[in-house]
C-alpha cells in the first residue's frame, strides 16, 4: 500500500519547456489536490478534483493544467515553464474532508 | 475562510511541554480547527483535529475555548524529533479552497 506517489522527486527544466507532474494514490479517496511550497512560505493550491472528470483551480492557478479521467491519477502540467515556478510541489489526497489531507512525497523543480 | 493567526517561530527544551496558539477571530458556526505538522523536505501530516473543548490523540492535545476564538497545540515532552512547522487551519469540512498559511516554525534544543 503505497499511498499517495509523485514522480519525478527532481527535475531542472528550462524556461519555455512543458512537464508533467505525476500523483497517484491507492486510498481509493475521491478528493485530490495539487500544492506548491516556495521556500519559506506555506502551500498554496493549485487545483483541485473532488472526482474523476471533475476538477477547479486553487489560489494560483495560472500556467498549469489539470485533467482526471480516473480516481487514481491526478496529473499536473505545466504548460510552459517560467522562473518563477520554481517550487517544491505537493500532491494531497482526502476522502471527504478537504481538512484531513495526506500528502505524497513531493517533487523539487528547477526552472532555470 | 477565516484568517488565522500563530507565532512565526518558537523554540522550547527537550522534555518540555510545548503549546502553540493560533487565533481565529473570524471562525464560522460550521468551521473546524485543523493542525498539521511539516518536516523539512516532506509533505505535511496530518496531527489533530477538532471542533470545541478538548481533543486528545497519541500525539497531541487540542484545546479550544467556549468562544472558539482560539485555539492551542499541546505537545506533551517534545524530542529533537518534533522540530518542524506546525499549520493551523481553520474552515468548513467542504471547504474546497483551504489556505496553510506560513504556520509556526518550532525548534526543539537539546
Known amino acids: 500500500n503505497a499511498g499517495v506517489t509523485q514522480t519525478p522527486k527532481f527535475q531542472v527544466l528550462k524556461t519555455g519547456q512543458s512537464m508533467t507532474l505525476q500523483c497517484a494514490q491507492d486510498?481509493?479517496?475521491?478528493?485530490m489536490s495539487w500544492y506548491r511550497q516556495d521556500p519559506g512560505m506555506g502551500l498554496r493550491l493549485i487545483h483541485y478534483?473532488?472526482?474523476?472528470?471533475?476538477?477547479d483551480q486553487g489560489e494560483v492557478p495560472n500556467g498549469y493544467n489539470v485533467s482526471r479521467s480516473t480516481t487514481e491519477d491526478f496529473p499536473l502540467r505545466l504548460l510552459s515553464a517560467a522562473p518563477s515556478q520554481t517550487s517544491v510541489y505537493f500532491c494531497?489526497?482526502?476522502?471527504?474532508?478537504?481538512?484531513?489531507?495526506?500528502f505524497g512525497p513531493g517533487t523539487r523543480l528547477t526552472v532555470t | 475562510l477565516a484568517k488565522t493567526t500563530q507565532p512565526i517561530s518558537m523554540d522550547s527544551y527537550e522534555g518540555q511541554e510545548v503549546n502553540i496558539t493560533c487565533s481565529h477571530n473570524?471562525?464560522?458556526?460550521?468551521?473546524?480547527i485543523t493542525w498539521y505538522q511539516q518536516f523539512p523536505s516532506q509533505g505535511p501530516r496530518f496531527i489533530i483535529q477538532?471542533?470545541?473543548t478538548k481533543v486528545t490523540n497519541e500525539v497531541a492535545s487540542l484545546f479550544i475555548p467556549a468562544d472558539r476564538k482560539s485555539s492551542t497545540l499541546s505537545l506533551p515532552r517534545v524530542s529533537l524529533s518534533d522540530t518542524a512547522v506546525y499549520y493551523c487551519?481553520?474552515?468548513?469540512?467542504?471547504?474546497?479552497?483551504?489556505?496553510f498559511g506560513s504556520g509556526t516554525r518550532l525548534s526543539i534544543r537539546p
Open positions: 494531497a489526497v482526502s476522502r471527504q474532508d478537504y481538512y484531513e489531507q495526506y
Open positions: 487551519l481553520v474552515g468548513d469540512s467542504s471547504a474546497s479552497k483551504i489556505i
Open positions: 477538532g471542533y470545541k
Open positions: 473570524n471562525i464560522a458556526t460550521n468551521d473546524y
Open positions: 478534483s473532488v472526482g474523476a472528470g471533475i476538477t
Open positions: 486510498m481509493n479517496h475521491e478528493y
